[in-house]
């Protein structure tokens, strides 16, 4: 509220607290217009509207505003078109033979990375086993057949002679 | 018996027909609203066309059992959804625009207004043309939500219960929305007031 202005004359007859100079603000009349207005706010504003054809108005704005889109599609006729799009086939080209090649890259790379002594990644390097697994993995086949002869291991515990 | 059999048929196709005349009703009536919000928020004519053609054939082969009463607020929110598909879409286009050209290579495309100065014709109707262009510039301004809130309550005359079905938000977020987008209306078309028009 404007403090030069006297309390009395802002203060219309009804003794509506929220008009000033006899004429609702747009932001009274946007806030009762939107629902957000108290009931009591929302009948003092009524009361106002009843005699007061410029608030009336002022309480159309949003409707004009959209009665006022009526030639919007006289105007959307002339929006430029959107072309068709069409393939720039270069670029794709020169993108796939950069993928093409990043992957040929890695498939080269890869090995030379993951073993640094040319083992297959992922092998049995001996050296770094313990001696029993190393012994089981260099004798296999024997323990295999000591698997299908339980006698023989039977005969060579019997002999103190453990596997 | 018979009797009840012979007239059952009668009423539910009499009931039908007068509900397809109600909902041919709706339809008409909606579209020329329902393109103004697509124009204004794709700006591309056939596209908009569209998109509310399909919101329509939607609304019509999934809804029509549906009370009268609820075919707005579930026809907006078909068409919103529908605008926020096309919106995704040319995210994903914009992504790849790398591999494709255009003839024009547009980076801002041109305003309503801009659109509006260029047009010949009577002068009072190159007038409300531009009148048209800066309001529909001015409410592409407003933030989606504030777009939306404002669209449905102003020029749908959607009720705050029905807008807040169709947005799937709140009903006091709706009456912010409205309130904020009246405001800033008003900021950006002072000069434009209509009382003043």
Redesign the interface.
């Known amino acids: 509220m404007n403090p030069t202005i006297p309390l009395k004359f802002e203060l219309p007859e009804s003794g509506d607290i929220m008009t000033t100079r006899n004429h609702l603000t ?2 009274q009349i ?2 009762y ?4 207005a108290s009931a009591e706010q929302a009948a003092h504003i009524e009361a106002h509207l009843k005699n007061c054809p410029q608030c009336q ?2 309480l159309q ?6 009665q ?13 078109r ?2 068709s ?4 086939w270069p ?2 080209f020169a ?1 796939g033979m950069a993928t093409a090649s990043l992957a040929l890259a890695v498939f080269v790379s890869v090995p030379h990375l993951a073993g640094s002594n040319g083992a297959y990644p992922g092998g049995f390097d001996s050296q770094s086993l313990s001696p029993q697994v190393a012994d089981a993995v260099q004798n296999i086949e024997f323990y295999q057949w000591l698997s299908n002869h339980p006698q023989m291991l039977q005969q060579g515990l019997q002999n103190g002679n453990p596997a | 018996m018979d009797h009840a059999y012979a007239l059952s048929p009668a009423l539910v196709i009499d009931t039908s027909q007068h509900d397809s005349v109600a909902l041919n009703r709706f339809c008409a009536e909606v579209r020329v ?1 329902a ?2 919000i697509a ?2 928020e794709l ?3 056939a596209l ?1 066309a569209d998109v509310v053609q399909d919101s329509l054939l939607k609304l019509v082969s999934n809804y029509k059992l549906r009370p009268a009463e609820e075919w707005a607020p579930l026809f907006y929110s078909i068409l919103r959804n529908r605008i926020t598909d096309m919106h995704r879409r040319r995210k994903v ?1 914009k992504i790849f625009d ?7 290579e ?1 980076d801002q ?2 305003s ?1 207004e801009q ?2 100065d ?2 010949l014709g009577p002068e009072q ?1 190159v007038a ?2 531009q ?3 800066r ?2 510039d001015a ?1 592409s301004a407003l933030s989606p939500r504030q777009r939306e809130a ?2 449905l ?3 749908e ?1 959607l009720s ?1 219960v029905d807008t807040a079905a169709a947005m799937k938000v709140s ?1 006091g977020s ?3 929305h ?2 904020r987008a ?2 800033r ?2 900021e950006l ?1 002072e000069s434009d ?3 003043k028009v």
């Open positions: 747009s932001a946007d806030h217009r939107s629902g957000l108005q002022e704005f949003g409707q004009q505003l959209s006022l889109l009526a030639p919007l599609p006289q105007l959307a006729a002339r929006l430029p959107r072309s799009r069409t393939v720039r670029r794709v993108a | 609203r393109t103004r124009l204004i700006r591309d004519a908009a286009e790398f591999f494709f050209s255009s003839d024009e547009e495309p041109p309503w659109i509006a260029t047009a109707e409300n043309g009148l048209a262009g309001i529909a409410i404002f669209l309550r102003e020029m005359g705050i009903e709706v009456k912010t409205h309130m009246l405001t209306l008003r078309l007031h209509p009382a």
